[in-house]
């Protein structure tokens, strides 16, 4: 082999280990996502579904998450963009610990405006303290990480500072921030259904 391509191998490797590792541990603390819109979500934990309702600071801004129905979700997340207030919505089936979700930004359409729709996954502390997850467009033309947490704790590690809040009104694209640019803001996910 040559030298870039044994790297290449080897960092597959470790990718996938730590991966495997990750679905199978028995850790409160959800995995941190890395990847593509196409990598799938750890395995799903025992969780009582109340566990994900309520108010949360997200790295999008301020969310809320509502029952829907048995096993559903939606909810709605904001945050200012050039003096505007923007709202995305997402529902869909929570899974044990694992929510996978469709969303729109903005949450209701409007005249001259982009609208964005995608889907993603978001897996919840089994105990309600925090989440994270990925997103991306229908179009697989952006995607992101999410990650979410109560208002009395810090920010997860590795959530810098300047995220914990609202993004910066110049920060370009949907999501308070350019696409493909890191770190991203995640758009709003799509529900499914007639939502």
């Known amino acids: 082999m040559t030298p870039p391509t044994a790297l290449r191998t080897v960092l597959l490797a470790v990718a996938a280990a730590a991966l495997a590792a990750s679905a199978n541990s028995q850790s409160s603390t959800p995995p941190q996502a890395a990847g593509g819109w196409n990598m799938q979500p750890p395995q799903s934990q025992a969780m009582d579904p109340r566990a994900a309702h309520g108010l949360w600071k997200s790295t999008f801004g301020a969310v809320k998450v509502e029952e829907e129905g048995p096993s559903r979700v939606h909810g709605v997340w904001t945050y200012d963009k050039q003096g505007q207030q923007v709202i995305g919505y997402f529902a869909g089936a929570l899974d044990g610990n694992v929510l996978r979700l469709t969303w729109r930004e903005p949450a209701q359409p409007v005249a001259g405006a982009p609208l964005l729709e995608g889907e993603g996954w978001l897996v919840f502390d089994p105990a309600g303290a925090r ?46 921030a350019t696409y493909g640019a890191a770190p991203t803001y995640p758009p709003p996910p799509l529900p499914t259904g007639g939502h």
């Not at 990650?147 to 959530?159: C, D, K």
């Open 131 to 176: 989440f994270t997850g990925r997103w991306w467009t229908n179009a697989r033309d952006r995607q992101g990480d999410w990650s979410g947490w109560r208002g009395g704790q810090a920010a997860p590690a590795g959530v810098p500072q300047q995220y914990w809040a609202p993004p910066p009104p110049d920060g370009g694209g949907q999501g308070g």
